[in-house]
């Protein structure tokens, strides 16, 4: 178990009996994988409807075996013959999740997943066979909800649209004062005989104050005001 290098030679079995012996002998050869070639842990991440390639990186050879797995179920493989495409009803627990959604490479061994959706999310291990060697890549892959920006957009735009709708509700509500303040302010001057005269805003806040103030000394303004005008007609 767990083979190295090391491990490469010539193994002898010798059965010894009482009668007669014999001998096996095997030639055991391990070749050494590259780092690049041994078992990482890929991560992949793409947002729902889009596709995703998963590419272990490597050649096909003619008699190697390759064979894509979904959460230990047997979805594609390429062997010698044309590849073909194993979907999950082939095994006791499948639902055909991936029909018609798959794509193989068969010089490359990749698979390209189109159409993705939130189910597809989990851990994809491709298994490389040959003569001499077995090689596992792994790929875990996470699809995200694609309805999450676009709700994080449309809360941004109906934020926008409040404030403007506020500002709008806010102009409109002081516009509406100043011209009822201005009305109120004629009609007050043409009950008093004035004509000619209109107050400029600085009167207007003057008048304001006047009103506010208590009903004895708004009397004696008001008087004042008056007699000021006559003398000046």
């Known amino acids: 178990m767990n083979i190295n290098t090391t491990d490469t030679g010539l193994y002898e079995l010798k059965i010894i009996s ?12 391990v070749h050494d994988v590259p ?20 590419d272990p990186g490597v050649m096909k050879n003619q008699n190697d075996l390759m064979t894509w797995h979904f959460n230990d179920l047997c979805i594609a493989e390429i062997s010698e013959e044309p ?34 959706t939130i189910t597809d999310s989990g851990v994809y291990k491709l298994q490389i066979n040959s003569s001499s060697f077995s090689i596992i890549r792994s790929f875990s892959v996470t699809v995200t909800d694609s309805c999450l920006s676009s709700a994080a957009v449309a809360g941004i ?12 509700i806010y102009l409109y509500l002081l516009h509406c004062l100043v011209k009822r303040i201005n009305t109120r302010m004629k009609h007050s001057d043409q009950a008093n005989g004035v004509n000619g005269w209109w107050p400029n805003q600085s ?30 007609h």
């Open 18 to 29: 009482i009668r007669s012996s014999s001998e096996k002998t095997f030639s055991v050869t």
């Open 35 to 54: 780092a690049a070639e041994q078992d990482e842990m890929k991560r992949k991440s793409v947002k729902e409807g889009e596709s995703v390639t998963l």
């Open 83 to 116: 590849g073909k495409i194993c979907t999950d009803v082939q095994s006791k627990d499948g639902d055909e999740r991936f029909r018609n959604r798959l794509e193989l490479d068969h010089q490359t061994g990749s698979l390209t997943i189109t159409n993705t």
């Open 157 to 168: 735009c109906a934020a926008v649209v409040g404030v403007l709708m506020l500002m709008a």
């Open 203 to 232: 009167d207007i806040l003057l008048m304001d104050d006047v009103r506010k103030m208590p009903f004895n000394h708004t009397d004696t303004l008001v008087m004042n005001t008056t007699n000021d005008l006559s003398s000046n």
